[in-house]
């Protein structure tokens, strides 16, 4: 089970990230899922905890695109997503609900 050990080791990869810096861990995020941040730079910026599976979706991986255009395939930190924080809840209960 190839896909087992890459999930390990990707977990063990992030605890020892979240270990090493718990000031920058607001919350601990559950296995599987990616925090978020969403907004756009004049408006109020919202974190989100998705799950990955929701990244695999054409409009998720747009919504990626638009944020390597804007602040660089290499961003440090958590990932960020310059949308509306209303239009990626609906984004993303359209997603949820066609799964």
């Known amino acids: 089970m190839f896909w087992r050990r890459k999930e390990k080791e990707a977990a063990a990869a992030y605890e020892r990230l979240a270990g090493a810096c718990d000031e920058c ?3 601990k995020v ?3 899922h990616v925090p978020v941040l969403v907004g756009e730079d004049d408006g109020p910026v919202q974190r989100f905890v998705v799950n990955v ?3 695999r979706d054409p409009r998720m ?5 638009l944020g390597a255009q ?3 395939h290499h961003q440090q930190g958590v990932l960020r997503i310059p949308c509306d924080v209303d239009r990626f809840r609906r ?3 359209v997603i949820s ?3």
């Open 25 to 27: 861990v607001e919350d």
């Open 70 to 72: 804007q602040f660089g």
């Open 61 to 65: 991986a747009a919504l990626l695109d």
């Open 91 to 93: 984004i993303i209960d």
């Open 30 to 32: 559950p296995r599987g």
């Open 97 to 99: 609900k066609t799964r």
């Open 53 to 55: 599976r929701l990244f």
